[in-house]
């Protein structure tokens, strides 16, 4: 066979470049007449343009608090912008990045928060995978919710109608400009992102293939309630109540004293934080301690017990599940919610569940959590168990959540797996065939901390393409091999810097899996992913 190179040396030379150049022109032409070819109902459209490699997108229109000045684009693409209206008093801005290179798949992103900005690195990541992508606004501009008050419909974009619209325009706008119909669809989000893809699952089990929703915000109104408890909790400890600073490093050292060898390896990484029954009360600062600033009086003892603790409301009606234990949280903790109250809760009870901007979310009632619960504002709950439509399509999920995460408890997805199990009636051995869980140790909100956790989530968290080690390419062989992924195996590397080379990786087991270290005792064995197992035994 004849090599390009060598083509090129000759008399093909020409002949290929006009091909390519042929091709190009006809891509630009095509996009910049895509908009004549659209049909969509309610959409007007902004712009159709080519964008090529490697460009430094300016995002000028962008809302300031989305904080996304600039993209970086990995592939050429055309970029299209519109606004779909959704109702006569919402619409959502939507974007499509059509790659030239396409593979015929075809995938959503999701959002963050309550924010509503377009998550453009993830559609630079999955269009520069040959993915036709698209993004929304969720509905409104910012990372503020003020748009939800007394505008239900701002609401309803929030909890499905954003993801859900942009996804049936989506795929009309690939098919217009591919003149082909996309061969699977795929969903990608963490965070709010991984709710809407579970709502997705739960309430349009035809529009993805394969959906990967990471760190998912279940029980919408429920997580909101619970990350208001930490503000006040702080707040009425006092300095003298809450564990100050200089205990923080003397309360980690315990936890991983307590709790790093269950798993078999001294590694700073708790691999099941549901295994490990932290005592605080170790901690107390002994008779006559001359040096207190490294222990605990009871009192703050007791706020480390409150903080780990489930959450019950009125009439003892569970609420949600406690913070996982892991080294850095109470630090993390403060950071979030030491100082006022969770941005995401006030705007949420403000805006969504009372409409009163005067509503004081500095102390939340458990009855006003129930309102909320009850009111389901945009239908956020997503917390049905029963997945069996999208079972029935064929349609898989892959979940995952990091062990260390301060934003939204880890301990949320293993419940709701359980839930789904009990409510279909489904061991995990079926439940598996088509949704699975990942618990990715020693990870924070959707990615960092100190654990293995490049799984090709995002752009910014890539070690590999290979589908053992991203999510993403995992989904796809899922979805068009047949084959499930058994585990994730997530790269960490030196200094989070992947020029300085692998620190370590390791092999996330698929829940109820456990993952235990088997291999040689002291020295850095548990850096080889091949020294543990996923196992169910205990
Ligand atoms: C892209 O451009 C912005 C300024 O518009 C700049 O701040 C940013 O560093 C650039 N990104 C890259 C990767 O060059
Ligand atoms: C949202 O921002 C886009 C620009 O990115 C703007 O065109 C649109 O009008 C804004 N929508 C709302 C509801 O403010
Ligand atoms: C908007 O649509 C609703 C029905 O969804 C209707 O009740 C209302 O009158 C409409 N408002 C306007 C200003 O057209
Ligand atoms: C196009 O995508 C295929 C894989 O789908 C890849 O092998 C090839 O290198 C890509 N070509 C370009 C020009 O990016
Ligand atoms: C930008 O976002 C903030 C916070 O959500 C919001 O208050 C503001 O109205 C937005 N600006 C525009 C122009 O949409
Ligand atoms: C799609 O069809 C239109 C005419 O309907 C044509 O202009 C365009 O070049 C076609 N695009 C592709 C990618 O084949
Ligand atoms: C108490 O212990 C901490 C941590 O070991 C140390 O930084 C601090 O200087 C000590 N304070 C006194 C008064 O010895
Ligand atoms: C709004 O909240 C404030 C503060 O809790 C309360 O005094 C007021 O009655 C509420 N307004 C409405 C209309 O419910
Ligand atoms: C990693 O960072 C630490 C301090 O932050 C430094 O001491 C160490 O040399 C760095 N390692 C490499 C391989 O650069
Ligand atoms: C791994 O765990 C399985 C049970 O899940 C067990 O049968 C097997 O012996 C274990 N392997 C090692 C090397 O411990
Ligand atoms: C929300 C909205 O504007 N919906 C309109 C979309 O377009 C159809 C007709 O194409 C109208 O019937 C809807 O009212």
């Known amino acids: 066979m004849v090599s390009l190179r060598s083509m090129a040396a000759g008399a093909g030379s020409v002949a290929i470049s006009l091909l390519f150049s042929t091709v190009s022109a006809t891509f630009q032409q095509d996009c910049a007449q895509l908009p004549k070819e659209l049909k969509i109902p309610n959409a007007t459209v902004w712009f159709s343009e080519f964008v090529a490699a490697g460009t430094n997108l300016s995002l000028p229109d962008n809302n300031a608090t989305c904080m996304q000045p600039s993209q970086v684009v990995g592939a050429d693409i055309c970029r299209v912008a519109l606004y779909v209206a959704t109702s006569n008093r919402s619409g959502i801005s939507l974007e499509a990045w059509l790659p030239r290179n396409w593979t015929g798949r075809f995938l959503s992103t999701g959002n963050g928060g309550i924010a509503g900005c377009i998550q453009y690195a993830d559609l630079a990541y999955t269009s520069g995978l040959g993915f036709a992508t698209v993004g929304a606004n969720n509905g409104h501009n910012g990372t503020g919710g003020g748009a939800f008050l007394n505008n239900p419909d701002v609401v309803t974009d929030f909890g499905w109608r954003s993801v859900h619209t942009g996804t049936v325009v989506g795929k009309q706008i690939s098919q217009a400009f591919y003149n082909k119909t996309h061969t699977k669809s795929f969903y990608l989000g963490c965070s709010t992102g991984g709710r809407q893809g579970f709502k997705s699952a739960q309430a349009f089990p035809g529009d993805f ?119 850095g949280i109470l630090e993390a903790v403060y950071a979030i919610y030491g100082k ?45 168990g029963d997945l069996s439509a999208f079972q029935g399509k064929g349609g898989k999920i892959l979940t995952y959540h990091g062990q260390a995460d301060p934003i939204i408890s880890s301990t949320i997805s293993p419940l709701y797996y359980d839930f789904v199990s009990s409510t279909m009636n489904l061991p995990s051995s079926s439940l598996d065939e088509f949704y699975r869980f990942f618990r990715i140790s020693g990870m924070g909100h ?34 068009e091999k047949g084959v499930a992924p058994d585990t994730i195996t997530g790269t960490k590397f030196m200094n989070d810097t992947a020029s300085l080379g692998v620190a370590f990786k390791r092999a996330h087991c698929r829940y109820p899996y456990r993952n235990v270290y088997v291999g040689p005792s002291g020295g850095d064995g548990w850096k080889n992913p091949s020294n543990w197992n996923c196992t169910t035994l205990n």
Request: charged share 15%.
């Open 209 to 327: 293939d394969g959906i990967v929703a990471g760190s998912p915000a279940l029980r919408f109104s429920y997580l909101t309630s619970w990350s208001g408890i930490f503000y006040p909790l702080i707040r009425d400890a006092g300095p003298t109540g809450f564990p100050p600073p200089s205990a923080w490093p003397a309360i980690d050292a315990s936890i991983l004293a307590q709790c790093d060898l269950i798993d078999g390896a001294a590694d700073g990484i708790i691999e099941d934080p549901d295994l490990c029954l932290f005592r605080p009360e170790a901690l107390i600062c002994p008779k006559g301690a001359s040096n207190t600033s490294t222990c605990l009086t009871g009192k703050q003892a007791n706020s480390i017990r409150k903080l780990f603790s489930d959450l019950y409301g009125v009439n003892g009606e569970f609420i949600y599940p406690h913070m996982q234990i892991a080294p």
């Open 340 to 384: 006022a109250q969770f941005p995401y809760t006030t705007d949420w009870f403000k805006y969504a569940v009372f409409d009163n901007q005067s509503f004081n979310t500095n102390d939340i009632s458990p009855q006003a959590w129930e309102v909320a619960w009850d009111k389901n504002p945009g239908m956020t709950n997503t917390w049905q």
């Open 446 to 479: 959707c990615g960092t901390g100190p654990g293995a956790t490049f799984i090709g989530n995002v752009g910014a968290a890539v070690a590999s393409l290979d589908p053992d080690e991203n999510v993403l390419m995992a989904m796809v062989r899922w979805v």
